[in-house]
């Protein structure tokens, strides 16, 4: 049996349609959505993430503001600039990219970003509301997972789901994302006895701790859904995610690929997410 592809891509596309017809809607009203990214320092894998995230927004009818800072900046200069974006209106999201220079706490700065513009869904009331069922902004990349599953018809409810990874960036979220579809849930990570009699267990893995093959043929129960959240590279520096896909696509039920999977549609629910900011602002 070869797994059926979960392909990222085709449904960022189905997605950003629609976000592009209710931002159009919107504009009718007189409201530009619009997102501010701020980038301090000069990393290149950031920079191609930022340069992603501005072109989606110029591709959905969405209004973006780049501030690109040195990475002399300092902290008090960066929280100044996240308080005047807080305070503009024609701003409805508000992205710091990460990581962020030494001399900077990143919580920090996370925290002063106003929970109602926090479109990465990572401010501490961002990850109350996820706890406790109440609406707020999720962040996007287990976000895009959810989205995924739903894609393909999958129920959850009773289904045994396992989360390879505790970041609060993507396992943690994504845990309480499974838990809300009626999903029994286990977290694994470094510290997990044994991770294969785990994921054995398994109807949904989701393979989100950035190392390469952590997730092999052996560990996977015939049929199951396996999500790569896994951003790498392999041997020849091609891109690689965190499943040995080659032997796991053999066994599995539904997979995602990398590229082409879970990471276009990280940035496509940054664009729902920034957009239900401007509709809510609006209603």
Not at 11 to 29: C, E, G, H, I, Y
Not at 154 to 160: Q, T
Not at 227 to 238: A, F
Request: with cysteine; glycine share 8%; aromatic share 4%.
């Amino acid at each position: 049996m070869t797994a059926q592809l979960i392909d990222g891509n085709a449904l960022s596309k189905q997605l950003r349609t629609d976000v592009s017809a209710r931002v159009t809607a919107l504009k009718a009203r007189g409201i530009t959505p619009g997102l501010a990214v701020i980038l301090v320092g000069d990393n290149p894998a950031s920079q191609v993430y930022v340069r992603n995230k501005v072109k989606a927004c110029e591709d959905t009818g969405m209004h973006s503001v780049l501030e690109t800072w040195p990475v002399t900046m300092t902290e008090a200069e960066l929280l100044a600039r996240v308080d005047a974006m807080n305070r503009d209106p024609s701003i409805h999201g508000i992205l710091v990219q990460l990581p962020l220079p030494a001399h900077m706490n990143a919580q920090r700065v996370i925290e002063a970003i106003s929970p109602e513009k926090d479109v990465d869904g990572f401010h501490i009331a961002s990850a109350g509301a996820l706890m406790t069922g109440l609406p707020g902004f999720w962040p996007c990349t287990p976000y895009g997972c959810m989205k995924m599953l739903e894609s393909i018809g999958y129920e959850l409810k009773g289904k045994h789901a396992v989360v390879i990874g505790r970041s609060n960036i993507v396992g943690k979220p994504m845990a309480m994302m499974l838990l809300q579809q009626n999903a029994t849930v286990t977290i694994c990570h470094s510290a997990t006895k044994d991770l294969k009699a785990m994921t054995l267990q398994a109807d949904v893995i989701v393979a989100a701790v950035g190392k390469r093959n952590v997730l092999t043929a052996d560990m996977v129960k015939p049929g199951a859904v396996v999500l790569d959240v896994g951003m790498n590279r392999n041997d020849e520096g091609k891109l690689c995610g965190d499943v040995d896909f080659a032997s796991v696509k053999e066994v599995a039920g539904w997979i995602t690929p990398v590229p082409g999977g879970v990471g276009p549609m990280t940035i496509t629910m940054l664009m729902v997410n920034t957009l239900e900011s401007a509709e809510r602002r609006a209603a």
